[in-house]
């Protein structure tokens, strides 16, 4: 290989190198070993460290602007929900200026949560819709208790039993048709279906 071509091949391989192309990568496009490759890089003065701070900080900064301005009307975990889908990484995005306080955003979108099932909506309708991470009834209604938004008592059902958050109508006619009518299970059901009457979960019973 003449001077010119040379300093031909330095001048792509620095290109490609500059984005992102790997050591196995550029030694199949120039057929030269690894080894080489690294000489070639020491030679012409490239870091592959530096080249991958530079790439990660072009595609990462503007992202973290972009998702920084997202989490003023949005909860943080639908924004991390959406940033694994597109296959990013938080850890890069803090890195690059996205900034977040996780438990004061936990503390917005648990009264986010309370607000909204206290103005109507059923735990279930909450989990259903998707609420910022939750993804169990009980795990609204460990919130709910929490912020002091409960519409439902919780009712010891039995001895050394933690309770239930439900209506106490419909515990008293559970109680009733099990006990005095001794009822199964299934039976209560379905006189309770036919009665209307729903779980707090908005579920029929």
Not at 70 to 78: E, H, I, S, V
Request: net charge positive; hydrophobic share 30%.
């Amino acid at each position: 290989m003449n001077q010119k071509e040379l300093i031909e091949r330095n001048i792509k391989l620095k290109e490609l190198a500059e984005k992102g192309a790997s050591y196995p990568e550029l030694g199949k496009i120039f057929n030269v070993s690894i080894q080489r490759i690294a000489q070639i890089f020491e030679e012409l003065g490239l870091s592959r460290k530096k080249i991958k701070y530079k790439l990660e900080k072009e595609k990462y900064e503007p992202l973290a602007q972009k998702y920084n301005e997202t989490l003023k009307n949005r909860c943080f975990y639908d924004v991390r929900s959406e940033i694994t889908k597109e296959g990013l990484s938080l850890h890069k995005l803090k890195r690059f200026g996205f900034k977040y306080e996780k438990i004061k955003l936990i503390e917005i979108r648990n009264k986010k949560v309370a607000l909204t099932y206290k103005n109507g909506k059923t735990a279930k309708e909450l989990i259903d819709i998707g609420v910022c991470g939750i993804k169990s009834v009980s795990g609204i209604y460990m919130i709910t208790k929490k912020e002091k938004s409960q519409k439902f008592p919780m009712i010891k059902t039995g001895k050394g039993s933690l309770g239930v958050y439900e209506d106490k109508k419909l515990i008293k006619r559970l109680i009733y048709l099990r006990e005095k009518r001794n009822l199964h299970y299934n039976e209560i059901c379905e006189i309770m279906n036919k009665e209307g009457y729903r779980t707090v979960s908005g579920k029929l019973l």
